[in-house]
């Protein structure tokens, strides 16, 4: 049984075999994924898939505390990361270090995660050099969805070049790897080309130094909507659903709970 690697390791899997990993945000989530990930990030893309907001700004530090202790006791062989929510770091590299140390102390989680590139570099040198893991996040950042205007492809044309900065700056503060999300494919090659870090793809390239998606999305249990990014490698939401119409088919129809589901009258030896 493998233990889990660390960011420093994750950091150096730069240009080797892809880096692999989804969100997760329970146990048993975890435990099924557990031995095929080389890390799982508990995302505040929580607050979307599971407690129906309209965005990850409603997301707090509670949730996605409770969250990564869940994650927690799901994960033998994989590296936890731990989201860091909207209004829990961008104010200083003070309040930053402050969150982020609850994050790792409360959750066990091993780095964290936050959105911004050039803006956040401070901050990520800050945690770093005061011993919390950073993974940074650029490209579309969805906690900026509305000073972004939406969720489209980010660094098209001449704003591919601020990208760029964006990586190098949080490569440059010390973060052990960067989510590039929505970007051109073209840009994400020459952002993996050009810093010493991984770069983790979601809606970017095959040619990052690993992939992530949103383990609702690729199940097919979160179908609200569908990026283009998105692959579904199942489609349980609809089998869920068919299995919940079929309960309540036989529950109307007397045919559910059968004789196989009910007890008999107490006989000698025989308990609950
Ligand atoms: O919250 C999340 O799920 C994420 C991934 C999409 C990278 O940040
Ligand atoms: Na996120």
Known sequence: RKTAPLPEDIRARKGGAPLVSLTAYTTPMAQLMDAHCDFVLVGDSVGMVLHGLESTLGVTMEMMILHGRAVRRGLAQAMMVVDMPFGSYEESPEQAFRNAARLMAETGCAAVKLEGGVQMAGTIAFLVKRGIPVMAHVGLTPQ????????????????????MADAVAVAE????????????AALADRVTAGIAIPTIGIGASAGCDGQILVVDDMLGLFTAFKPKFVKRYATLGDQAEAAVAAYAEEVRSRRFPAAEHVFADARPGEGA
């Open 173 to 184: 503060a010390g973060a052990f790897a960067v989510v590039l999300e929505k970007v051109p």
């Open 144 to 163: 900026s969805i509305n000073t972004l205007g939406g969720y489209k492809v980010q660094g098209r044309g001449a704003a591919g070049d601020r990208l």
